[in-house]
């Protein structure tokens, strides 16, 4: 599975971003996507997944509310709509794929698959 992420840019505080993960096969059903952000200087950490199949969603605190993960069955692609943006929301965003349990789809260790990452950057 090959993973494309897009989207990301520079935004003012308080602005939006919507970033994309396009996936090669049609195989990621079964999968789980999840989107991670990694800030210079910092630790990996987990932002959002959704199950490919059932449409299951879990967020990290520090965005619920302000993202939201969805798909597109048709374009084979994960969103992640982010609002209300703010400057600690500044990193490498990367989405991943892998079979994950409710217990372990927070964790990167059990994402197989990876894009590139997308740069977002939001100013104060």
């Known amino acids: 599975v090959q993973l494309q992420a897009s989207g990301g840019g520079l935004v003012q505080a308080g602005g939006s971003l919507r970033l994309s993960c396009a996936a090669s096969e049609r195989t990621i059903s079964g999968y789980t996507v999840g989107w991670f952000r990694q800030a210079p200087g910092k630790e990996r950490e987990f932002v959002a997944y959704?199950?490919?199949?059932?449409?299951?969603?879990g967020y990290a605190d520090y965005v619920e509310g302000r993202f939201t993960i969805s798909k597109d069955y048709a374009r084979n692609t994960v969103y992640l709509q982010m609002n209300s943006l703010k400057p600690e929301d500044t990193a490498a965003y990367y989405c991943?794929?892998?079979?994950?349990?409710?217990?372990?789809?927070?964790?990167?260790?059990?994402?197989?698959?990876w894009g590139q990452g997308t740069l977002v950057t939001v100013s104060s």
């Open positions: 959704i199950r490919w199949s059932g449409g299951n969603t």
């Open positions: 991943a794929a892998g079979w994950t349990i409710a217990t372990t789809s927070r964790n990167s260790r059990y994402y197989n698959y």
